[in-house]
């Protein structure tokens, strides 16, 4: 393997210190995103080397430690999505990384999938091997566990109660593991090193409550789904619910009996990364990306306005601007337009478009005046300095049907945010005019 | 050598990654220093060393809480907390009695240990141990300040964290003989903590003190000095050997600061020399213990106002919910004094939490409590507890405001990274106990 680099750390954006690591040098860079399972400081030891070996020969290879695990700065409660989005993006920074090809496997694939549609000026393109969308069924997503207490008593108990001792790996890999005697050895170290039981247990609790289901179709990369029909440990409907939701996403199936990527059959996998990565067309990146919209709006302005007066009302419109102008800015988001008697915004993280709605609507209480707002996370399309596309009808939807003072969201919201401690209140299944099908929505109860 | 797997113990919930080597009669136990990890010890240099002592002893070592592959934690550790780590891993091994090996400031923990649980170390060896990391009055030693500590160490190491580089300072011949051992302490480093926790655990061993702990060791102690180490001052070592009872000095040679560097095989030799010599015989009626004197305010006057009924019944209660909480936080209610209570701790931290708990709930009676702490040598006689630090307890109990909670500056020290908060009240003389007594009101738990 070409140079590997010492490990090293960023800061994310809280402090965090994050370990990354490169491996190789070249012209394109990959960027691994390891799963809750598994850290940096084992990717350069047999038999996880062979593979990365593949990468080095001719790309540079990046990886890091998830907040929480491995070597990078531990977390008092499992991240979300939006935290770990940050660190993403402050690894590749540090690399110096523009534009990545992003591999992911299993529960990996959530983040990749979400920071994919967020940032897609990042990301080239998309591997993702035995992806999965969710952990516990739904309607459409059968394939599952059946609830989580069934997850956490016939999978997460009896995987910790192993945990480290390295028998785990016979299950994911049931090939190495018998032709590979240090596997064991090497699994028990990958599982000791990665996490501790407790903290494994807690973020096992969190990825069983994701769902990424709906930024599938937001993916704008070209896309690979890999999956290895005989691996056992790996339901394949998973692999082809990604390769039927996320826009013309190619799906391989390789040989192999390992559910993870260096496992029995990696040669196939390398070869197949290599020609979909010097193959595929790059798709001309356009202006579109995934966002959180929020739609404000001032409950009964137009009584507020006689009420008040034209120049009292035209003063306390320009403070109620400002406040939002400047609260969207401290939450990261960006104050797209002024609608008159609100506003609408973007955000990169939902649970910072969560936070910033209800802070606002605090704030603007103080002027005599209560907000309604709606929220939804989709593909949101820059036009100038304006912005369009459907998440942006679907926001000011929603943001209508609020009763005052409510912060309103989609469940696309409410799926992304586990993990952030916002609750939300079901206010059940509203059609939105003009948009196909039933919408679930959510009122957030507190943040 | 019969190498166990990495197994986990549970301790307030936590995870503690441990580990043992070897089956002798004799049980070893290896509390590493603030970093390091189970999981690089069978791999050299650390491996050999380990495999020696797993020859003749069954070795036992595991990773703190917050470090290694434990359960991590986000704010400060006590070292009361790492002391039911030690516990926890070795009720889980079935160890009843065992040699305690540290180094450096691992001897921190190992020393506070050894006082508080006599019944559980037969002996104790200390490698370079250090009492404080900073010079005081009569402490020698260590650095000029906390801030040039700050600047000119933790900033150093924080730095090159990770790397492997400070091992050509601590470990200088091992770096320059064995070309894999920066590559080695580099993971080390990595493996036993991120540098986010890195940083608050440096600097919580700077506000560390036991120097009033030493002289409560009853434990036959080896203290372990190697002259030529640069990185480690003889001083610490010296005070140590002065002021724990009976400690024998030994200055062996070699140029790492660490075990098993340069002069390993002295080291090993010298502690399997010392733990041939008879056990300590535990004198299991004395063990460092916090003792909590409280004091019912202005009782006599109290009584007369309540009349004799209302008083007895008041008292009733009092005693009732004192002799729960003091259970509850793990304390013994020793004995009621008429109008208070005299209990002990394992910990000082439980005790100042007690103690203002009690405050608080004895407060809805209509009366107030003067409390004293101090952690010192307590002596069991029956059902009855006796020495110094009992007399000592009541004294600085009965120098409290109303409401107060008082204590020792031993007490102070020992809670570091409780987050327990004290205000200064000065310098007092005790009656009947020699010198000058600084105390401080506890301000928030």
């Not at chain 1, 690591?21 to 598994?38: C, F, K, N, W």
């Not at chain 1, 799926?415 to 957030?444: C, T």
């Not at chain 2, 450096?104 to 649980?117: I, K, P, Q, R």
Request: hydrophobic share 40%; net charge negative.
């Amino acid at each position: 393997m070409k140079a590997a680099s010492p490990v090293r750390y960023v800061r994310s954006e809280d402090g965090r210190h994050i370990a990354y690591r490169t491996m190789g040098a070249g012209d394109q860079d990959y960027l691994i995103v390891l799963p809750s399972l598994g850290t940096i400081e084992m990717l350069t030891v047999p038999p996880a080397k062979r593979l990365m070996r593949g990468y080095t020969e001719h790309s540079r290879l990046i990886s890091f430690d998830r907040r929480g695990a491995g070597l990078s700065d531990p977390v008092a409660v499992p991240a979300t999505l939006e935290e770990q989005m940050a660190d993403v993006i402050a690894v590749l920074d540090a690399c110096g990384s523009d534009r990545v090809v992003i591999e992911a496997q299993a529960e990996a694939a959530m983040l990749a999938v979400v920071f994919a549609a967020t940032h897609p000026e990042r990301v080239s393109h998309l591997i993702l091997m035995h992806p999965m969308a969710r952990m516990v069924t739904a309607p459409g997503y059968d394939w599952g566990w059946p609830d989580e207490e069934t997850r956490d008593r016939d999978f997460v108990q009896p995987m910790l109660a192993r945990w480290g001792t390295g028998e785990n790996g016979m299950t994911a890999s049931p090939v190495l593991a018998g032709t590979d005697s240090g596997f064991m050895e090497w699994w028990g170290r990958w599982e000791r090193l990665s996490s501790s039981p407790g903290t494994m247990k807690e973020r096992m609790k969190l990825v069983a409550k994701m769902d990424v289901r709906e930024i599938l179709p937001r993916v704008q990369a070209p896309s690979l789904i890999l999956d290895r029909p005989q691996a056992r440990a790996m339901d394949s409907r998973h692999a082809r619910y990604f390769a039927e939701h996320i826009p013309d996403a190619d799906l391989v199936e390789l040989p192999g009996r390992d559910a993870i990527s260096f496992g029995d059959g990696f040669e196939a996998y390398l070869e197949a990364i290599e020609r979909f990565v010097t193959g595929a067309v790059v798709a001309r990146r356009d202006q579109r990306a995934l966002a959180t919209v929020m739609f404000t709006d001032i409950v009964g302005s137009t009584e507020l306005a006689a009420e008040r007066g034209d120049r009292d009302w035209r003063d306390l419109l320009e403070r109620h601007d400002r406040i939002t102008r400047d609260l969207v800015g401290a939450y990261g988001g960006v104050a797209v337009k002024s609608t008159g008697d609100g506003f609408l915004a973007t955000f990169d993280g939902p649970a910072r478009a969560v936070r910033c709605a209800t802070e606002l609507g605090e704030r603007v209480g103080t002027l005599g005046i209560q907000l309604r707002a709606g929220l939804h996370t989709g593909e949101v399309e820059v036009i100038g300095a304006d912005v369009g596309g459907m998440a942006v009808h679907i926001g000011a939807r929603i943001g209508a049907l609020g009763d005052p003072g409510e912060v309103l969201a989609s469940s696309t919201v409410k799926d992304l945010v586990v993990g952030s401690g916002i609750e939300f209140a079901d206010r059940g299944s509203h059609s939105l005019k003009g948009v196909p099908g039933e919408w679930d929505l959510f009122a957030v109860d507190s943040v | 050598m019969a190498d166990s797997p990495v197994r986990y113990a549970i301790a307030d919930g936590l995870h503690l990654a441990y580990r043992t080597w070897g089956a002798g009669d004799q049980d070893i136990c290896l509390i590493l220093p603030g970093f390091g990890t189970i999981e690089l010890l069978d791999e050299p240099p650390a491996g050999p060393a380990i495999d020696r002592f797993a020859r003749h002893s069954r070795l036992i070592s595991f990773d703190r809480r917050g470090t290694g592959l434990s359960d991590p934690i986000t704010g400060d550790v006590t070292l009361e907390e790492q002391m039911e780590d030690v516990i926890a891993v070795l009720d889980a091994c079935g160890c009843e009695r065992v040699v305690i090996w540290a180094e450096s400031e691992g001897a921190m923990l190992a020393t506070v240990f050894a006082a508080t649980h006599p019944e559980r170390v037969s002996h104790l060896v200390l490698l370079h141990p250090m009492a404080r990391m900073t010079v005081a009055e009569d402490y020698p030693a260590g650095w000029a300040d906390e801030e040039t500590r700050n600047r000119e160490f933790v900033e150093a190491v924080l730095a090159q964290w990770g790397s492997g580089q400070t091992a050509l300072l601590v470990s200088p011949v091992l770096a320059s003989r064995d070309p894999g051992f920066i590559e080695w302490w580099g993971r080390w480093e990595r493996m036993s903590m991120a540098p986010g926790p890195a940083r608050r655990r440096i600097e919580w061993l700077g506000r560390l003190d036991i120097r009033p702990i030493l002289p409560r060791v009853q434990t036959p102690a080896l203290i372990v000095d190697r002259p030529d180490a640069l990185t480690a001052s003889s001083e610490h070592a010296r005070y140590f050997a002065e002021h724990v009872p009976g400690a024998e000095l030994r200055e062996l040679p070699g140029r790492d600061a660490i075990s098993f560097g340069d002069g390993f095989d002295e080291f090993a030799g010298a502690i399997e020399e010392f733990t041939r010599g008879g056990a300590g015989v535990a004198d299991h009626q004395r063990a460092l213990a916090t003792v909590m004197f409280t004091d019912i305010v202005g009782s006599t006057e109290l009584a007369a106002e309540r009349g004799d009924r209302d008083w007895r019944e008041l008292l009733e209660r009092h005693d009732r919910i004192t002799r729960d909480l003091v259970g509850a936080y793990g304390g013994v209610a020793v004995k009621s004094t008429g109008d208070g209570f005299l209990a002990t701790f394992d910990g000082p931290a439980r005790a100042v939490r007690c103690a203002t708990d009690l405050g608080e709930r004895v407060g809805d009676l209509g009366i107030r409590l003067r409390a004293g702490l101090h952690t010192g040598e307590v002596e069991v006689i029956g059902a009855d507890v006796g020495g110094m630090a009992v007399h000592i307890g009541a004294r600085i109990g009965a120098l409290g405001d109303p409401g107060e909670v008082l204590a020792s500056s031993t007490v102070k020290d020992l809670v570091v990274g409780s987050g327990i908060e004290f205000a200064e009240r000065g310098s007092h003389s005790l009656k009947g106990v020699p010198g000058e007594w600084k105390l401080f009101a506890v301000d928030s738990v």
